[in-house]
């Protein structure tokens, strides 16, 4: 941590743009807008692209930024210093991952995953075992079948530590050791837990991690990807991937493919240097709080509000679990009318969302949403379900992004 510290919410509640009228419930998706991001942005523009043109790769550091705010993302996912690599998006960098953990366990045939994990994890494995053709198998069950099932056959356990859709958690240090007893190297998307809790990738020996900036840590739409690999693993693991960017010397133009060192080579093509600026300005946030005191404060957001829910509204049936090891930082209900229910919600300010067939979710994110919200939200939620507002014809009609 750099600088002074500075106390979750009641510091950092008014670096944020929030709308007037607004009570922003969906940081699990879309973080909310920091207010230096538009200066820095504008600055990176006008003095760096506009001024530097083509130097500013040098002069502004545009080639090694991938590098350093992936090392100010590892204070936030408990890595070591230069585990980590930006770049790309969230799919890419699991290709990318799932493609190295398999290459570390060449005999074993079974990738094991559970079907809540975030359908573009599942796609891109998919993908990935049709390109290599070497007959993989990719097995889901059900999460809480998920431990039970590791066994010497399976190649590699690839999972989100948190459920987008329930919110549910794996024990992320128990199933890695577990895991590791049986030589299955492990990838872990961290989409719904980086900057959402303390993550401890270093502690539990984790093989390989990807995640995105867009949500929790609120880099703004599209901001890139990272990827993290064990410093075991960094030098032999293979970037699948091979763009000129993770080559030992991209600038001597050779023909053939020379995997740089390290993290390095993970690497693909040109940064996304503006979108990357934007993140930067939302890290300079989280380089000044304490994850432990996000977490203390979005659990305690959490109970606020799934309790005021169940008082308020017996017909919502909380599928988030309720033990707070169990869960991160969204709560989720399920309810047949969920989706309509979701649009006279947002209708009139409390912005969540659904997931189908029947979730909706609301996610706590403390830098910016205090108890107060919560308890408005709450009765703005008991008058649109209590009050079957939701049954209005104008809140039936599917939006294509949900
Ligand atoms: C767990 C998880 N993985 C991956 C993604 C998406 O990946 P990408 O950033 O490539 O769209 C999401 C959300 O969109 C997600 O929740
Ligand atoms: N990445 C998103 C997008 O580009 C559009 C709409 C939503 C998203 C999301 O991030 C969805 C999110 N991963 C989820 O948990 O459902």
Redesign the pocket.
């Known amino acids: 941590m750099t600088e002074t510290r500075l106390r979750v919410y009641d510091d950092t509640r008014a670096l944020f743009h929030l709308p007037e009228g607004v009570i922003y419930l969906d940081g ?3 973080g909310a807008l920091p207010l230096g991001v538009a200066e820095k942005v504008d600055r990176v523009i006008r003095r760096e692209w506009g001024d530097e043109l083509i130097r500013a790769w040098n002069t502004a550091g545009w080639y090694v930024q991938p590098r350093n705010v992936g090392n100010r993302i590892a204070r936030l996912i408990g890595a070591e210093a230069d585990t980590v690599m930006m770049g790309d998006t969230l799919s890419l960098k699991a290709y990318q991952a799932l493609a190295a953990a398999l290459d570390i366990n060449p005999e074993r045939k079974v990738v094991l995953s559970d079907t809540g994990n ?1 359908p573009t994890d599942l796609y891109m494995a998919e993908g990935l075992i049709a390109t290599l053709g070497r007959g993989h198998e990719l097995r889901l069950l059900a999460p809480e079948a998920v431990e039970a099932a590791l066994s010497d056959e399976i190649a590699v356990l690839y999972l989100t530590e948190v459920d ?1 859709r329930t919110g549910r958690r794996h024990d992320m240090a128990k199933l890695t050791a577990k895991a590791h007893a049986l030589d299955i190297v492990t990838v872990w998307d961290l ?2 837990s980086a900057g959402a809790l303390p993550v401890d990738l270093a502690g539990v020996g984790a093989d390989f991690a990807a995640g995105c900036t ?2 929790y840590l609120n880099g703004g ?1 599209g901001a890139p990807a990272f990827l993290y690999v064990a410093p075991r693993h960094a030098n032999r693991a293979r970037a699948a991937l091979s763009g000129w960017m993770g080559h030992a010397k991209p600038f001597a133009f050779d023909l053939g493919y020379v995997p740089a060192g390290g993290v390095e080579r993970m690497r693909v093509g040109t940064p996304p240097v503006l979108a990357m600026a934007a993140l930067e300005a939302s890290l300079d946030i989280w380089d000044r709080v304490e994850l432990s005191e996000v977490r203390a404060r979005s659990l305690n957001l959490g109970d606020l509000l799934i309790a005021e829910v169940e008082r308020r509204c017996p017909q919502l049936r909380l599928v988030t679990p309720r033990a707070h090891e169990m869960r991160g930082s969204q709560v989720s209900f399920a309810f047949a009318g969920g989706y309509a229910a979701m649009q006279a919600l947002i209708a009139r300010g409390v912005i969540g969302d659904f ?1 189908a067939p029947d979730i909706m979710r609301f996610g706590l994110t403390p830098l910016y949403i205090g108890e107060d919200e919560v308890m408005k939200a709450a009765e703005i939620i008991e008058e649109v379900i209590v009050g079957e507002v939701w049954r209005r014809p104008e809140y039936q009609v599917v939006n294509a ?1 949900t």
Do not use: C, I, T
């Open positions: 699990n998706s879309l975030f987008y989409a719904h867009y949500k739409p997931r992004v």
